[in-house]
């Protein structure tokens, strides 16, 4: 297994459970600094960052991209794939594709989170579900042109109402009909919705595609109640050798010591 460490470069989601936010360079720096393998980022547009600038920085500093999120086309330009309006939802598949372009060139998955939205008002659960598994089917196939997979994130019911648990996921991916989606599995949402969060893992297996890592309390590891031991035991069983990236709050600490709290955790358990 592999350690990452966010960095959102969207104003639109201060606040949010982000380690490292604005400045790519410096976040890139740290990451180093501190012994991450690789940076997860979330841009504002699929153009807000040189794909040059970006090549360089992880080349200097001997990182990987382990993903892209695309929770701006949600939080910066309200746009969700599951919209009742079909033009919408046309804009919110060019928005994800525009992404996984972007990440595609580093041979890095895009992510689908915040994009699903909620059902309520015009849209129904079912129609809401219909519209998400045909996105997420048509998007899974279009990152396959990239040698790379899509990644579906479940997401705890004060978020989305539409899939919140690993099964609720698996299903999902099956309704899609395409073999390249992965779940990533955000340990945080898992500590909300599952009942044992290392037998999920153990029943999601292969189509585990990647981790988010943050305490119960969505501090950075460590800062909360959750034993991660079980956890990383799960992920070894599975054979799961991807990344672990850190998606926390970076508390009254700051954001170094965030990360540094996190690779602490990444030592002890997944390393």
């Known amino acids: 297994m592999r350690s990452a460490v966010t960095v959102s470069l969207v104003a639109e989601a201060r606040g949010g459970p982000f380690v490292f936010w604005d400045d790519l360079p410096g976040a890139c720096a740290k990451a180093r600094e501190i012994g991450f393998d690789g940076v997860e980022i979330f841009p504002s547009a699929p153009d807000a960052v040189n794909p040059a600038e970006l090549r360089r920085l992880l080349d200097e500093h001997k990182l990987g991209l382990a993903a892209v999120g695309t929770g701006a086309g949600w939080m910066k330009h309200k746009l969700l794939l599951t919209d009742a309006n079909g033009e919408g939802r ?46 997420v089917g048509e998007l899974g196939e279009y990152a396959r042109r990239y040698g790379a997979t899509l990644l579906f994130e479940p997401l705890n019911r004060y978020e989305s109402n539409f899939v919140s648990t690993v099964e609720g996921g698996l299903e999902l991916l099956k309704k899609s009909g395409s073999g390249n989606v992965r779940l990533l599995c955000d340990l945080f949402h898992m500590n909300i919705e599952e009942r044992d969060i290392a037998e999920a893992l153990r029943r999601a297996g292969k189509m585990v595609g990647h981790v988010h890592l943050a305490d119960s309390n969505r ?30 709050m970076a508390g009254p600490g700051g954001a170094e010591e965030a990360a540094r709290m996190t690779m602490e955790a990444f030592g002890k358990y997944f390393a």
């Open 90 to 135: 046309k804009r919110a598949r060019e928005f994800v594709r525009g992404m996984i372009d972007f990440a595609g060139k580093f041979g890095a998955p895009a992510i689908i989170g915040s994009m699903q939205g909620k059902w309520g008002g015009d849209v129904t659960r079912e129609k809401g579900l219909e519209h998400l598994a045909e996105a």
């Open 219 to 248: 501090r950075a590891a460590g800062g909360g109640h959750t034993d991660f031991g079980p956890i990383a035991q799960a992920l070894r069983e599975i054979g799961y050798e991807g990344f672990v990236s850190a998606e926390a």
